[in-house]
């Protein structure tokens, strides 16, 4: 089945620093693949997507790479900002198979000033 | 601001109640789902709409019970609720259900607390 993996967090990084959140996926088919965001006490947001091979999403700085030979799809940012603090999640989706979103189990990022 | 809305935002239930949450998107689309986030466990899809017909129901107890009357509306009727369905619930649209370059987008969510 599809399925996602997430590096395990939480995550907490001071200002300007390099985040690389690490996700890979197992697809039938041909998946897109998304980084969604949840601020507290929010819902998600799609941070950014893309839905071929060596595409790359780009959103706010974030950005990811569709991977297919390894089957990854990283985010990354160059310098983070306190504002960046939230639970990031993977996410995949197929056709022709369920349909269905499947998603990592979120990673937290803390930022510190 | 998505374009999907919940209410409420919070709700506090006894395991005898009957209490409905409600969803309501304004984006013209045509799909619907409800998911469960619990803590520590990946969203959970419970029931997707499309153009108004159940197409997923994800093995969800029957104390659980969505109702779309429209592509713009959702509702989740819960009674006889258990602790352990203390989560927030999730409503999420898009365009259509079976295109799989189509963005889901999601509302703030309901905590609900099941006492």
Not at chain 1, 64 to 71: C, S
Not at chain 2, 19 to 30: I, M
Request: glycine share 8%; charged share 20%; proline share 5%.
């Amino acid at each position: 089945g599809n399925s996602v993996t997430q590096m395990e967090g939480p995550v907490t990084l001071s200002e300007e620093a390099f985040l690389t959140i690490n996700c890979t996926y197992t697809a039938t088919g041909y998946p897109s693949l998304f980084w969604y965001v949840q601020y507290p006490g929010e819902g998600l947001q799609l941070l950014l997507k893309a839905t071929k091979a060596d595409d790359k999403g780009s959103n706010k700085g974030f950005e990811a790479t569709y991977r297919k030979e390894t089957t990854s799809f990283h985010l990354e940012k160059g310098s983070v900002q306190v504002s960046d603090s939230a639970v990031y999640f993977c996410a995949l989706i197929t056709q022709g198979g369920s349909e269905k979103l499947v998603f990592g189990k979120g990673t937290k990022l803390t930022v510190n000033p | 601001e998505t374009g999907v809305t919940q209410t409420p935002r919070h709700l506090v239930m006894g395991m005898t109640n009957k209490k409905s949450l409600k969803c309501e998107q304004h984006l013209g689309h045509n799909a619907m789902y409800w998911y469960k986030q619990s803590a520590k466990k990946p969203l959970e899809l419970m029931f997707v709409y499309n153009f108004k017909e159940q197409t997923e129901n994800n093995s969800v107890p029957s104390r659980f019970s969505p109702e779309c009357p429209n592509s713009s509306h959702l509702f989740l009727h819960l009674h006889t609720l258990q602790p352990e369905d203390s989560a927030l619930y999730l409503c999420a649209s898009s365009l259509t259900f079976h295109d799989r370059r189509e963005t889901q987008y999601f509302g703030p969510g309901t905590r609900l607390l099941v006492l």
